[in-house]
């Protein structure tokens, strides 16, 4: 769409300037007019001489829209329609104030499918990149009520909550990483640099050495002629993992081995399943069948094996089980949460019980994540102590040989 440079007054009588794009100066003006400003001259502007990127280099280069961008939009859409704004100009008002091109670009689309008559929905179903299929359900729910603003209230919370659940699993397994890649230079550093300036001294003093030195010397010389080879096979392996995971039956594999491992996988268990439960209780809340919630969730807890789980449970329900009976037959719920859904499915208050069980699950995951680093600590400790014990007996031991060959001489 062309450009439009424009002279203008807001409420106070204040002069504004700036840049719009519109289908012609009547649709800038509209787009003034709905932020507050009373447009005094619009002139379109000319392009000659400019040099403009390719379509390729556009999209390439253009900032990507994270689930903040969208939490904020959501923050913001409900402040606006609470306080009576009508929905074209807040749109208008967000798609000016914003910072991220590209979700000016989306909220500029939704715009114009608003205007040709279509629902916010339908026309955010055009983005699914940005718009999760849960985020549509509450934002059809919202419009077929007529508490849109609620809606976008309770996206808002859920996304909060759901970003501070996936940093705090990001939490959980950083010191394990951090861990594992230290000891990782450890070992390089001692194969590269300290075995091989001992086995020089040992060779040249042709000191006899024990079984396990010559062990470290063998595998320091494989290091140091094999490292390129090793190296190839670590990125083919990497590269291969990611192949995989790419794949249906690889992505189910990894995510069921995430919730497998010994300390981060019980917390990231717990975290999913209290992203589950805020799901289940905002779409039931919102007024989604119970049937679509499920489908719905499934998709947006990250994790395909539990979202077989959980679709086992929505098919059960569509054959007429009880939601406490599906639940006990998926596994993956403490009796104490199985209570809560059996109470909240015979007194209609499932939605609020599934919030007190995503809580639950928080307080787990809070508890879990602080005593985590207490866990690894005994586990680490072991582990550079086994190591500094062999290069002890491995490197120390000939060295007092070499002294007793010194002192004969």
């Known amino acids: 769409m062309p450009n439009y440079a424009y002279r203008g007054r807001d409420a106070r009588g204040g002069l504004v300037s700036g840049r719009l794009e519109g289908v012609d100066s009547g649709a800038v003006a509209d787009q003034l007019l709905a932020i507050g400003v009373t447009p005094v001259d619009i002139e379109p502007v000319?392009?000659?001489?400019?040099?403009?990127?390719?379509?390729?280099?556009?999209?390439?280069?253009?900032?990507?829209?994270?689930?903040?961008?969208?939490?904020?939009?959501?923050?913001?859409?409900?402040?606006?329609?609470?306080?009576?704004?009508?929905?074209?100009?807040?749109?208008?008002?967000?798609?000016?104030?914003?910072?991220?091109?590209?979700?000016?670009?989306?909220?500029?689309?939704?715009?114009?499918?608003?205007?040709?008559?279509?629902?916010?929905?339908?026309?955010?179903?055009?983005?699914?990149?940005?718009?999760?299929?849960?985020?549509?359900?509450?934002?059809?729910i919202g419009?077929?009520?007529?508490?849109?603003?609620?809606?976008?209230?309770?996206?808002?919370?859920?996304?909060?909550?759901?970003?501070?659940?996936?940093?705090?699993?990001?939490?959980?397994?950083?010191?394990?990483?951090?861990?594992?890649?230290?000891?990782?230079?450890?070992?390089?550093?001692?194969?590269f640099f300290v075995i091989p300036a001992f086995a020089k001294i040992f060779a040249a003093q042709k000191v006899p050495l024990p079984l396990l030195t010559q062990v470290l010397i063998g595998t320091s010389n494989f290091f140091l002629a094999y490292w390129w080879a090793m190296l190839g096979a670590l990125a083919a392996a990497?590269?291969?993992?990611?192949?995989?995971?790419?794949?249906?039956?690889?992505?189910?594999?990894?995510?069921?081995?995430?919730?497998?491992?010994?300390?981060?996988?019980?917390?990231?268990?717990?975290?999913?399943?209290a992203r589950f439960a805020r799901g289940m209780s905002l779409a039931v809340r919102a007024g989604v069948p119970i049937v679509q919630a499920m489908s719905v969730?499934?998709?947006?807890?990250?994790?395909?094996?539990?979202?077989?789980?959980?679709?086992?449970?929505?098919?059960?329900?569509?054959?007429?089980?009880?939601?406490?009976?599906?639940?006990?037959?998926?596994?993956?719920?403490?009796?104490?949460v199985l209570e809560m859904v059996s109470v909240g499915e015979e007194t209609g208050d499932l939605d609020d019980l599934m919030d007190e069980v995503g809580d639950m699950y928080e307080r787990e995951v809070d508890y879990e994540i602080r005593n985590l680093a207490a866990n690894i600590e005994p586990i680490l400790t072991v582990a550079l102590g086994v190591m500094v014990l062999i290069l002890a007996l491995g490197v120390f031991l000939p060295i007092w040989g070499l002294g007793n060959v010194l002192l004969k001489k």
Do not use: C
């Open 238 to 273: 990497i590269f291969g993992a990611q192949i995989y995971i790419a794949t249906e039956q690889g992505r189910y594999q990894w995510d069921r081995w995430k919730l497998r491992l010994p300390l981060a996988g019980p917390i990231i268990l717990k975290a999913t399943l």
């Open 297 to 336: 969730v499934a998709e947006v807890v990250s994790n395909s094996y539990m979202s077989l789980r959980i679709n086992q449970m929505r098919d059960g329900v569509e054959r007429g089980e009880s939601v406490l009976r599906t639940a006990v037959a998926s596994g993956i719920f403490t009796p104490v």
């Open 143 to 191: 419009e077929a009520t007529g508490e849109l603003d609620q809606s976008f209230n309770r996206m808002f919370g859920y996304m909060e909550f759901d970003k501070e659940i996936r940093d705090r699993i990001k939490a959980a397994v950083r010191y394990p990483i951090i861990v594992v890649v230290v000891i990782a230079v450890a070992v390089a550093v001692v194969n």
């Open 46 to 140: 000319g392009e000659t001489g400019a040099i403009k990127a390719p379509e390729w280099w556009r999209r390439l280069s253009a900032p990507t829209i994270s689930d903040v961008d969208v939490m904020l939009f959501s923050r913001q859409m409900y402040a606006l329609l609470k306080a009576g704004v009508p929905i074209m100009r807040a749109l208008a008002g967000l798609q000016q104030s914003t910072r991220n091109t590209s979700l000016a670009e989306v909220i500029a689309d939704l715009r114009t499918s608003l205007d040709s008559g279509r629902e916010l929905s339908a026309a955010m179903r055009s983005h699914p990149k940005v718009f999760s299929p849960f985020y549509l359900s509450v934002i059809r």
